[in-house]
């Protein structure tokens, strides 16, 4: 019974990544573990008899955790599960604490979804959350909706809606005291980012100025609070001459679909993953950035039933 493997038990899938990412293999690691770390990998409470919680500190990492997984990379008090299984395979085991995530798709993409999952996930370990609306496409009750299924404080997440590109400018500036009147803000989401951009029809050259003044501030963020971002944003289209060089439509030879902003998340501290759809179940997310260069795995295939 101790050799079962946990990816055969009816675990929820952000409870089996949760898992993974641990270490943990089969139901004997889990022997002896607190029922409230079990409760923060997402383990419901009616397996926690079959498991055998117990009320004791949790004891070391299982031997059927490798000893390179335990040397190499951040370890599991520094990863949080996305609550999507394929997303975290993407990202090696997790989202980094103190790190930026931007989740890019076409319209119809779930990236809404995954922002939520990553939030609940927050949630779920008992860590403060701001959550901006840049399209109106959020609001407390349904955020509160979304959450439902945590047993939360209902002041540890902050809503804030944000419609237009001053407001955002005046925002970032704000930020450093928001963060010290509102201490400890674990994770910052920045739902739909682009949009004021694009209604604002912004020069490019005014628009990486502004870039760079909200990749100072988030930058700044990360790195004295170890504050997680999580950014979701469209596509927009690049043309591409033959020889890789920018194009315009009248020479260039295709157009590919990039992220709408540019570098405005902090410098080698940001993932970039681009979600698209496949068909009406399934899809793809691929790494279109890592903070030290190409990702082990460059991407993955997706299902609905996956968020």
Request: with cysteine; net charge neutral.
């Amino acid at each position: 019974m101790d050799s079962t493997l946990l990816n055969t038990l009816p675990l929820p899938p952000s409870a089996l990544s949760a898992l993974d990412a641990a270490g943990y293999e089969t139901l004997g690691d889990l022997r002896g573990l607190p029922r409230e770390q079990l409760e923060e990998y997402g383990i419901p409470s009616s397996m926690m008899q079959a498991i055998g919680a117990s009320q004791a500190p949790a004891r070391a990492p299982p031997l059927s955790q490798s000893i390179a997984s335990m040397t190499q990379g951040p370890t599991k008090e520094t990863r949080i599960t996305t609550g999507c299984q394929p997303l975290d395979v993407l990202l090696s085991g997790g989202l980094p604490f103190g790190t930026a995530l931007e989740i890019s798709g076409p319209p119809g993409a779930p990236r809404e979804p995954l922002a939520m999952n990553i939030c609940k996930s927050f949630v779920r370990a008992q860590k403060r959350v701001l959550f901006v609306d840049f399209q109106n496409m959020h609001s407390p009750a349904s955020i509160r909706d979304t959450l439902s299924d945590i047993d939360y404080d209902k002041r540890s997440v902050l809503y804030s809606k944000i419609l237009d590109l001053s407001h955002l400018m005046q925002f970032v500036h704000s930020l450093p005291g928001y963060l010290e009147r509102h201490p400890p803000i674990s994770l910052l989401v920045l739902s739909s980012i682009s949009n004021p951009f694009q209604n604002a029809h912004v020069a490019a050259k005014n628009k990486i100025g502004l870039q760079s003044v909200i990749r100072a501030a988030l930058a700044k963020a990360c790195v004295s609070q170890e504050m997680t971002v999580v950014s979701t944003s469209q596509l927009s289209t690049k043309v591409l001459n033959a020889d890789g060089s920018v194009g315009n439509y009248d020479t260039g030879a295709k157009g590919v679909m990039v992220p709408s902003l540019g570098d405005y998340l902090p410098e080698k501290k940001s993932y970039r993953v681009i979600v698209s759809r496949s068909s009406p179940n399934t899809g793809e997310l691929r790494l279109f950035s890592t903070p030290v260069g190409p990702g082990t795995v460059p991407h993955v295939e997706y299902s609905f039933d996956d968020l």
